[in-house]
């Protein structure tokens, strides 16, 4: 197996058991949240168990907090946001919002590094969020607690990337 195959197929069984929550997410709003989760994260360190065979790298003090605000942002808090966020408005609505996260990247991105903003790559932003609008939207509408649950989530994963990037 090439190494781009296996990578591919990881990558895939890593979003079958962590992510695309938001394209799923009025499947599970009726799940006990705090339950739902533990046994979710909890079958997918096994299986990164499995993968790494028992053997995980050593972490030193920084390395170790910044898994613990990468876990802390992207995992727990990324997904109550966004469950909650579903059982006040729809699903659609929070997935337009949370698919803005490329304009905070493009936006917070250079900023974090005091770097220069680049005009194409936040027009190049806006265009992923607006085509994730289109392809989530479905009319609904949105209560102010739902915004702002929608919203956190939105800044989670944002500061999820955001905090990936030195490690």
Do not use: H
């Amino acid at each position: 197996m090439t190494p781009t195959l296996r990578g591919s197929l990881l990558a895939a069984l890593a979003l079958a058991l962590v992510g695309s929550l938001v394209a799923a997410s009025d499947l599970v709003e009726g799940y006990p949240l705090s339950t739902g989760q533990a046994l979710r994260y909890a079958l997918a360190g096994t299986v990164l168990l499995v993968i790494a065979r028992g053997r995980l790298p050593r972490l030193d003090r920084n390395e170790a907090l910044g898994l613990v605000a990468l876990a802390a942002t992207g995992l727990v808090l990324f997904n109550v946001f966004v469950i909650e966020g579903v059982r006040e408005t729809d699903p659609a609505t929070v997935g337009v919002i949370v698919g803005c996260v490329p304009v905070v990247l493009a936006i917070a991105g250079p900023l974090l590094d005091k770097r220069p903003l680049s005009g194409r790559v936040i027009v190049a932003a806006v265009v992923v969020a607006a085509g994730a609008a289109g392809v989530q939207w479905a009319g609904g509408g949105i209560t102010a607690a739902g915004l702002l649950l929608a919203l956190g989530a939105l800044g989670c994963e944002a500061a999820f990337s955001l905090l990936a990037v030195p490690i």
